[in-house]
C-alpha cells in the first residue's frame, strides 16, 4: 500500500526543560498506513517527540495537525481518544493486575451497564496473544510474567485499541528473532488496513527491514527522512552520530585457565532442571536462547534472587551458599539487571545515590562521605562517558542509554569478580553499545569474568568466548569457540540438536 494522505503533520514542533531545548522545530509529515522509522542516539529527541504525539508532554512551541486539522493533545486521554496508541519503551502495565484486566484497562468489556464481561475480556486477550503466537494465559498475573512475556503483552494491549497511529518505542530489545518476526508480520497488517506506525529503534537492520521511511534526530535537531532503501545502515549510524563509527566490537581476549565460578546439578523445580557450566577467569560466557529458555531464572539464582532446591555453587573453589543477593557481593559477583527501571536504578534518587547503593557501605563513617560519594561519582561519569548535568541530577530525567550507564557503575561499585550482565544495551543506541562493549572487553582483560545474557545474536557471536544455550529450563548446548555460528547456537536454542 503506498501512502499518499498525511495523517499527522508537526510545525515547528519545540520542547524545553529548565530553559535547555530537547527538541528543536521538528517538521514533519507522517502518511496513512506507512511505518516511520525514527533513529537517533540516546538524548536525540526520539522520546520526546513521541511522547507530545501520544499528550505525555505538551510542546513548548509549535503545532501538531492530525487528519488536517489542528490539534492540543494535552494528555494521553485526547491521544487515545484520537486513535493514539503507544508501546512504551519502559513497561507500562500493573503488576498486581491480570493480563487482561492491564490490555482493557480503562477500556473494560461490560455486561449491561455495570457488570464487567470478564469472559469475553479473556477470549479476546487470548485472541490478540495468539496472533502474537505467545501462550501467556489470560489471567496470569503481570508479576508473574518475564520480561520479554511483559513486552507481548504491552503490544497486545496497544493492537487492542482500534488504532490509527501505533507509536512502538524500541518494542523488540528483549525479544529474540523468532519473536520479532511474528512482530513485524503483525506490523505489515496493520499497515495493509491503514494503521500508521512510528517505529523506534537502535537495532538499524530492523529498521532497514521494517520501515518505509527512516527520520534522524540529533541532539533534538532534525537532520534527515529519507526512504530506507537509499540508506544503509553505516550510512544510517553516519548520520546518528555526526561520524564515522569503526569496529563495533572489541578483539576478544584469551580467557585464564583458571576457573572462577562452577555451577554442579542447580535445579529449581519448575524453572531450572539440572544446570552444569563453569567459567573462567577472564572469559565472557554468553547465554542464549529463546523467551522462556530460564536464562534470567539462572542469573537470578545465582545472586540468590531465587532459591535453588538441589546443586552446588562453587566460586574459587569453595563451595558457598547464596540465599541473597547480599551473599552474592560478599562472594563477588555482581548483577545487571535486564528490567533497567524495574530493578536495576531508582529513577527517583539522583546518579551519586544510585550508583553507591549497593556498596552504600563502604561510604558510612558512620554517615555518608558525600564528598567520597561525589568524587567516585564523578569518576564514573567520566569513565562511562555518562551525560548528566550534575551527580545529583534524578535519574528520571536521563535518557535510557544513560541510566542504563548508571544501572552499570551501581554494579561495579562493589568491585565484583563475577559480573553476570542481562541485556546490557538493551534501548540503548548504536554509539553507547560500542561504549558498553568496549566496558566489558576492558573488564575482562582487568581480569573480571562475565557472563552475558542477550536476545541479540549479534553481541552473543561478537563478544563471547564461549556460549551456553539454553532451552525450557535446561542447557542443551555449550559451544567453544571454533563451533559459534548464528545457525548453530538456533538448532540449540530450538531442540534440533541437544548435548551439553
Given amino acids: 500500500m503506498k501512502p499518499n494522505q498525511v495523517l499527522v ?56 495537525f492530525f487528519d488536517k486539522n489542528p490539534v492540543y493533545i494535552r494528555d494521553t486521554s485526547v491521544a487515545k481518544r484520537l486513535g493514539i496508541s503507544t508501546i512504551p519503551q519502559e513497561f507500562n502495565l500493573i503488576n498486581d493486575l491480570n493480563v487482561y484486566e492491564n490490555i482493557f484497562l480503562g477500556k473494560e468489556l461490560t455486561k449491561g451497564k455495570y457488570l464487567l464481561d470478564k469472559q469475553q475480556m479473556k477470549e479476546k486477550t487470548n485472541e490478540l496473544l495468539q496472533e502474537l503466537d505467545t501462550d501467556i494465559p489470560p489471567d496470569a498475573k503481570i508479576q508473574d510474567l518475564s520480561v520479554a512475556q511483559k513486552q507481548m503483552v504491552e503490544i497486545a494491549k496497544a493492537v487492542a485499541y482500534d488504532s490509527r497511529l501505533l507509536i512502538m518505542d524500541e518494542p523488540t530489545t528483549v525479544l529474540t528473532q523468532h519473536e520479532i518476526d ?26 532497514k527491514r521494517i520501515c518505509d521511511r527512516v527520520m534522524i534526530l540529533r541532539d533534538g535537531e532534525f537532520i534527515s527522512l529519507d526512504p530506507t532503501d537509499s540508506l544503509d545502515e553505516q550510512e544510517m549510524a553516519r548520520r546518528m552520530v555526526g561520524r564515522e563509527l569503526n569496529q563495533i566490537f572489541p578483539p576478544k581476549t584469551t580467557p585464564q585457565a583458571t576457573t572462577v565460578l562452577q555451577v554442579h546439578s542447580l535445579s529449581i ?23 522462556g529458555a530460564g536464562r534470567t531464572e539462572l542469573a537470578e539464582a545465582l545472586i540468590g534472587i531465587r532459591q535453588i532446591s538441589s546443586g552446588q555453587i562453587v566460586i574459587n573453589g569453595t563451595k558457598q551458599m547464596i540465599s541473597s543477593p547480599i551473599d552474592a557481593v560478599r562472594n563477588g559477583i555482581a548483577y545487571l539487571s535486564e528490567d533497567r527501571q524495574g530493578t536495576g536504578v531508582l ?47 534524578l535519574l528520571e530525567y536521563l535518557s535510557g542509554g544513560n541510566q542504563q550507564k548508571v544501572s552499570l557503575a551501581k554494579s ?31 573488564l575482562v582483560k582487568s581480569g573480571i569474568s562475565c557472563i552475558l545474557i542477550s536476545s541479540e545474536m549479534e553481541e552473543i557471536l561478537g563478544l563471547c568466548n564461549r556460549v551456553v544455550v539454553m532451552r525450557e529450563g535446561r542447557i542443551t548446548g555449550i559451544l567453544e569457540a571454533g563451533e559459534l555460528s548464528e545457525a548453530e547456537i538456533m538448532f540449540y536454542a530450538t531442540g534440533l540438536k541437544e548435548g551439553a
Fill in 9 to 64: 503533520k508537526t510545525v515547528d514542533i519545540s520542547k524545553s526543560f529548565s530553559g535547555v531545548t530537547v527538541l528543536n522545530k521538528i517538521n514533519v509529515e507522517i502518511f496513512e498506513g506507512e511505518i516511520l522509522g525514527i533513529i537517533g542516539e540516546n538524548g536525540a529527541g526520539k522520546s520526546t517527540f513521541i511522547k507530545i504525539l501520544n499528550g505525555t508532554y505538551t510542546p513548548s512551541e509549535g503545532q501538531v
Fill in 182 to 207: 511474528i512482530l513485524f508480520r503483525l506490523m505489515q497488517r496493520l499497515k495493509e488496513i491503514g494503521v500508521t506506525i512510528i517505529y523506534i529503534s537502535h537495532k538499524l537492520r530492523e529498521v
Fill in 269 to 291: 523445580p519448575g524453572l531450572l532442571h539440572d544446570i552444569n557450566f563453569d567459567l573462567h577467569k577472564g572469559e565472557i560466557l554468553g547465554f542464549s536462547g529463546l523467551i
Fill in 347 to 393: 529513577t527517583g534518587f539522583d546518579v551519586a545515590s544510585n550508583i553507591t547503593l549497593v556498596s552504600l557501605d563502604e561510604y558510612c563513617k558512620p554517615l555518608i562521605d558525600r564528598r567520597k560519594e561525589k568524587h567516585r561519582t564523578e569518576d564514573y561519569i567520566k569513565a562511562f562517558n555518562i551525560r548528566t548535568p550534575s551527580t545529583r541530577t
Fill in 412 to 442: 561495579l561499585d562493589p568491585h565484583p569478580e563475577i559480573f553476570i550482565i542481562d541485556e546490557p544495551t538493551r534501548g540503548i543506541d548504536v554509539n553507547a553499545k560500542k561504549e558498553v562493549y568496549y566496558f566489558i572487553h576492558d
